[in-house]
């Protein structure tokens, strides 16, 4: 139980373009999803917390308008990439919280994660 | 400010032998911690948890972790490591209302035949 699938899970776009990241809870509901940035062989670094129905809240130095982030439904957050460049390029991993278990308030399942290359 | 401390950025042991990875957090008041195993490309698989109860905590694929409160140590353990364990790792404490994970910055393993 507590799968996390993303889709694709390699992206090449030019320089200019957008791409759409999705995070799928595939077995459970998520009222709050995580969207994160690795950079290789780095840590990965939050970018924004998304709640199913509301704005996603972004960390101190994310670009809201270039990241953008939907969480319409409990089982779906999706990333956008507007206007990519190559500095953009990165392993862009989601993660999901399960709805209602109070008690693994911090448990945080992961996404396969993103393969972002911008030419 | 929580903080994770990983210490350690590269291990490397033989087939066979012990694992320690050692990992200390910064964190206000009881933590939760976690450790996640991430191979190549990949996204993180949570290798165990602890919220509260017994400080020795048993999770998959044979590791373990020992929560120290007067050390601030959270450091996973497996007696006898295997090829297929080589990954990074990483430790995480989690905070705040949302339930965010703040990680360390990873230890990579590497197992010698």
Request: hydrophobic fraction near 35%; include cysteine.
């Amino acid at each position: 139980g507590a799968v996390v699938s993303q889709h694709p899970s390699r992206v090449i776009c030019k320089s200019g373009t957008s791409v759409k990241i999705e995070c799928r809870s595939l077995d459970f509901q998520a009222t709050t999803m995580f969207w994160y940035r690795q950079f290789p062989k780095q840590s990965l670094m939050l970018m924004a917390t998304s709640n199913e129905g509301s704005k996603a809240t972004y960390e101190q130095g994310v670009e809201k308008d270039k990241f953008l982030i939907n969480h319409a439904s409990l089982t779906l957050s999706t990333l956008t990439v507007t206007s990519a460049h190559p500095e953009d390029s990165s392993f862009y991993i989601c993660s999901a919280r399960i709805y209602g278990r109070v008690r693994s308030y911090n448990e945080q399942f992961f996404g396969p994660g993103t393969r972002l290359t911008v030419l | 400010a929580q903080s994770v401390t990983q210490p350690d950025i590269h291990i490397t042991v033989s087939e066979g032998a012990s694992l320690e990875l050692r990992c200390n957090y910064s964190y206000g008041a009881t933590p939760y911690l976690f450790w996640y195993v991430q191979s190549p490309g990949q996204g993180l698989q949570l290798l165990l948890k602890y919220f509260s109860g017994d400080t020795l905590v048993q999770g998959i694929k044979g590791f373990e972790a020992e929560f120290k409160r007067s050390q601030s140590s959270f450091n996973l353990r497996k007696p006898s490591v295997h090829w297929s364990d080589a990954a990074e790792y990483f430790c995480a404490v989690g905070k705040g209302s949302q339930g965010n994970l703040i990680f360390g910055k990873g230890t990579k393993l590497s197992v010698k035949p």
